[in-house]
């Protein structure tokens, strides 16, 4: 329960607030423009509609049942034969990712997480089986495939994992095409639908330009030069560590080496068990040692659990020994790490208490935003602070909820007429509400680096308040509240 009422966070906050505006009307790509894949938008304004769209953080339920369906996924797969076997694999699973769940940030509402149990899908029911040549129902195959088609649009790069998967699958088919007939068809044929299905949804609640342009080009044009992305940083990542801040990347890549072991010695085709490791290595391939590296974290786990248990099928005694000491050593190597990304320890962790993340008119701002903008009026707030449209359950602008330093390069060289610029758009439509909090984005990039066009706006249309220094109000609005 803890990690259903914990601290947000700023990227998560984005997805809840994608959702409302989905919800409302906004077309994502097109209205609500963020850098991240659509799934995660479509899965949270799916819960959306069972939850309600107040208590947002109930939207949290998004990763929770990724990974029951990931657990789910495990307890099913082809590989596992007697029912023991079954219950101890998803006990493994489940009691692993549960011990590091609020430590590495897997509650959240994010890609990584919703990225991660796609993984385990995929790997349960149709990619271990066959590597170790097991028979594959064409439904546990369009299970898989259908995984596969997801985890693109969770974010981009988990492409690099569904290719991997595929082409290892594909090897599989052309080594004996008769008997593998049946799970590489349901592979396509899963994969396929979840194309579709996402691309359909995009037809009818956002823009397919919209993503390419905002999510694919800007990440990879312009938002890839601000992060440590190169070799160094990779295996950096994966250096064995017993420090507070290295502990649980540690066990992802201490399991995923168990895993991998197994996998090559006692799998049929090593070829294509090579290409399942270096597919789950390009899970990791940004070098995070934090709370991004929750997709490869949850994939070595769940290869591990797998495999663990079916190498020893013939020792139920020895594997209910190993699964309680996995799980054990997993909870308490946890218990001495530093979560991430809040870089709380387990003491701060629990002395933070419980937090429902909703609207609230009790926050100062939020009672200032309510003021001075009606409910069904949109405000700004910049450089970056979703949290802030929801305490005070206002909208953004459309195409702006943000604006940091690679949007405004991107800005200066738009993909195919799909323009984003605060300079060309605020002059426009002024919002009745500025929320602006004189950040350093990273602490190197001021606005007057990146947007001096607003802090130009700001100045000359707005007032800022006294009661929050903050909030400005647009001066018209300000005069027709004056007694």
């Not at 996924?73 to 079954?86: I, N």
């Not at 991998?260 to 294509?272: K, S, T």
């Not at 003021?371 to 206002?394: F, G, Q, W």
């Not at 001096?452 to 001066?475: G, S, W």
Request: net charge neutral; glycine share 8%.
């Amino acid at each position: 329960m803890e990690g259903l009422g914990c601290l947000p966070f700023g990227d998560e906050s984005g997805h809840f607030l994608g959702a409302i505006a989905l919800h409302r009307g906004d077309k994502l790509y097109r209205d609500y423009i963020d850098a991240h894949g659509p799934l995660v938008f479509t899965l949270s304004w799916v819960v959306g509609h069972f939850v309600g769209w107040s208590q947002v953080w109930l939207m949290r339920l998004v990763s929770t049942a990724c990974a029951v369906g990931a657990g789910a996924a495990v307890f099913f797969s082809p590989l596992l034969q007697l029912k023991w076997q079954r219950y101890v694999a998803s006990a493994l699973w489940l009691g692993t990712v549960g011990s590091v769940w609020v430590v590495q940030g897997l509650n959240l509402d994010d890609y990584w997480t919703i990225g991660g149990a796609l993984a385990v899908i995929a790997l349960s029911m149709l990619a271990t089986p066959l590597i170790y040549g097991m028979q594959v129902l064409r439904m546990q195959a369009f299970i898989g495939g259908f995984a596969l088609g997801l985890l693109p649009f969770a974010a981009y790069p988990f492409g690099l994992f569904s290719a991997a998967l595929a082409l290892a699958v594909f090897c599989v088919f052309l080594s004996s095409p008769r008997q593998y007939q049946a799970p590489f068809l349901g592979m396509i044929l899963g994969c396929v639908s979840a194309v579709a299905i996402m691309l359909l949804w995009l037809l009818v609640y956002g823009d397919i330009g919209g993503m390419i342009a905002f999510h694919f080009i800007a990440n990879q044009k312009w938002y890839a030069h601000y992060i440590p992305m190169d070799f160094t940083q990779f295996w950096h990542s994966l250096r064995f560590s017993l420090s507070p801040d290295r502990i649980v990347e540690t066990i992802a890549a201490s399991t995923l080496a168990v895993g991998g072991v197994l996998l090559l010695l006692y799998g049929r085709h090593r070829v294509m068990a090579l290409l399942i490791l270096l597919g789950i290595l390009s899970l990791q391939a940004r070098g995070s040692v934090g709370f991004q590296n929750g997709s490869f974290l949850m994939a070595a786990l769940g290869l591990a659990a797998l495999l663990l248990v079916r190498v020893l099928a013939f020792k139920p005694k020895v594997m209910v020994c190993v699964t309680v000491g996995c799980v054990a050593l997993t909870a308490i190597a946890a218990s001495h790490a530093v979560s991430s990304p809040f870089g709380q320890t387990a003491g701060q962790r629990h002395a933070a208490g419980w937090h429902r993340f909703r609207e609230t008119s009790s926050v100062g701002f939020a009672t200032l935003i309510r003021k001075y903008a009606a409910p069904d009026e949109r405000i700004l707030v910049l450089p970056y602070n979703p949290d802030v449209y929801i305490y005070a359950n206002r909208l953004s602008i459309k195409k702006y909820h943000a604006y940091l330093p690679w949007e405004a390069d991107y800005a200066a060289h738009p993909w195919h007429g799909y323009e984003r610029d605060i300079c060309v758009d605020l002059p426009k439509d002024k919002p009745p509400v500025i929320y602006y909090d004189h950040s350093v984005v990273w602490g190197a990039y001021p606005a007057e680096q990146f947007m001096p066009c607003f802090l130009q706006v700001l100045e000359k249309d707005y007032t800022q308040m006294p009661d929050d220094q903050f909030v400005y109000v647009r001066n018209d609005r300000l005069a027709a509240y004056q007694p």
